[in-house]
Nanobody, 121 residues
Framework: QVQLVESGGGLVQAGNSLTLSCVVS????????MGWWRQVPGKEREFVAW????????YYADVAKGRFTIDRDAAENTVYLRMDSLKPEDTGIYLC??????????????WGQGTQVTVSS
C-alpha cells in the first residue's frame, strides 16, 4: 500500500511561485511513476505532470509546460511540483498520484487527498 500526503498549497498572487510536496510512504519513489493532477469543482480532474520511476523523464500537460517542474528527492521519498508564473486559472486542488504498474501518464492506482492552491489576480 502506498500513502501520499501533499502539502505546500496556499494563496498566492498571480505571477508568483509555489512548490508543492508529496511525501510518499509504503514504497520508494524509485519504484513508482508519479504524477500531479488538479481538480476544480464542476470540472474533470486534469493531468498536470508525470515523473518516471527513474526520475529521468518528465511529461507535462500543455498548461504546465514552461511553468511547472516535477522533481523528486529520493532520499526524502518526496516528489515536488514547482509552479512558476502562476495564473488565476491554476487555482484548484492539486493531487499527487502514484502508479505501481502502469507506465501511462494518465493511469494511477494511489492518490493523495490534495492541497488547495488559490491564485489571486
Amino acid at each position: 500500500q502506498v500513502q501520499l500526503v501533499e502539502s505546500g498549497g496556499g494563496l498566492v498572487q498571480a505571477g508568483n511561485s509555489l512548490t508543492l510536496s508529496c511525501v510518499v510512504s509504503g514504497r520508494t519513489v524509485e519504484d513508482l511513476n508519479m504524477g500531479w493532477w488538479r481538480q476544480v469543482p464542476g470540472k474533470e480532474r486534469e493531468f498536470v505532470a508525470w515523473l518516471s520511476w527513474s526520475g529521468s523523464r518528465q511529461y507535462y500537460a500543455d498548461v504546465a509546460k514552461g511553468r511547472f517542474t516535477i522533481d523528486r528527492d529520493a532520499a526524502e521519498n518526496t516528489v515536488y511540483l514547482r509552479m512558476d508564473s502562476l495564473k488565476p486559472e491554476d487555482t484548484g486542488i492539486y493531487l499527487c498520484a502514484a502508479a505501481t504498474t502502469s507506465a501511462s501518464y494518465y493511469t494511477y492506482n494511489f492518490w493523495g487527498q490534495g492541497t488547495q492552491v488559490t491564485v489571486s489576480s
